[in-house]
């Protein structure tokens, strides 16, 4: 009996297994030819195995700073090429969007956004498209005229752009619950935004509770949800004597484990191990990593 059907997926099984995005597939097949699926009677495309291989080893390259016209290259020249056109690539898209907020010009903010969505898996456009462009907003805000207007403008826009992605993304996610916050007298929440999206492609489900959060609130929601670990971030500013006893407070109150992001997780390391929680990295997708690892060992 012929068993290939069964060596075939379908788009959506494509895209959970490799955490790529329907619209991304399609548009390395259609831009590049990167990706060659076989179709069904109806058209619905269909991937073999050498195909997700094929997906993985382009996210790895994705991974290492190659852009993907360099892949599409280096795919067909089986040799890799120079690595400046990948920054360039992403520096235009940075100045598209300054200059789109410059402008007050949700249009053009929108589609440059959308554009590097459309080409590559969230987890790269944040490292290198949204995480670069805070910081050189931030730098420009403090000095540039109409910087509040132009903070308030990106702010609401960026809020409900990932709002919108993160809640269509985290009702379709059955992996372990995550709850997210910030640390008290945190009120910036684009970290943990960014950091819910990034665990949404791994899987995971998210609670996503904002800005500001005292941590004795943390342990009702622990036992009314089934949580499997808490994730708090907060700024570099924050007083690391106080953070440790809100912590130590916090894992002598719950059995799940407690992970602490953002900057304080640097400055603030030391306090927040001797407490008992485990200090994240400065990289979204290998904060992941730390815990899927943790998680594994504790199950």
Known sequence: ???????????????????????????????????KPS????????????????????????????????????LLEQSTTAQIETATSWDQYVRR???????????ALDAAYNDAMSLYPVDIVTARLITPLLNELGIRWQSHTGAIAEEHF??????????????HQNLRNFGPKLIVACLP?????FGILLFALTANN?????????????VDELNPVVAKT??????????????????????KRLTRQISIPVYVGGDVAISCRRQIARASAVPLADDLAASIDIINTTLRRSS
């Not at 329907?22 to 590049?32: F, G």
């Not at 007298?185 to 929440?189: A, D, L």
């Not at 791994?202 to 005292?214: E, H, M, S, T």
């Open 1 to 35: 009996m012929n068993d290939t059907a069964s060596e075939n997926f379908p788009i959506r099984t494509v895209s959970e297994i490799t955490g790529v995005n329907a619209v991304t597939l399609r548009a390395w097949e259609r831009r590049y030819g990167l990706i």
């Open 39 to 74: 179709r069904t009677p109806k058209g619905h495309r269909l991937y073999s195995r050498h195909d997700i291989q094929l997906i993985q080893e382009i996210l790895q390259r994705l991974a290492q700073g190659m852009s993907i016209s360099q892949i599409t290259r280096a």
């Open 97 to 107: 969007m300054i200059n789109a907020i410059d402008a007050f010009d949700e249009a």
């Open 154 to 167: 990106f702010s609401v826009y960026l809020r409900n752009k990932l709002g919108a992605r993160f809640h």
């Open 185 to 189: 007298g945190e009120h910036h929440e």
């Open 202 to 214: 791994r899987g995971f489900q998210v609670i996503l509770l904002g800005a500001d959060l005292p």
């Open 226 to 247: 089934g949580s499997h670990a808490i994730v708090l971030a907060g700024s570099a500013s924050m007083d690391c004597e106080m953070l440790y006893q809100d912590i």
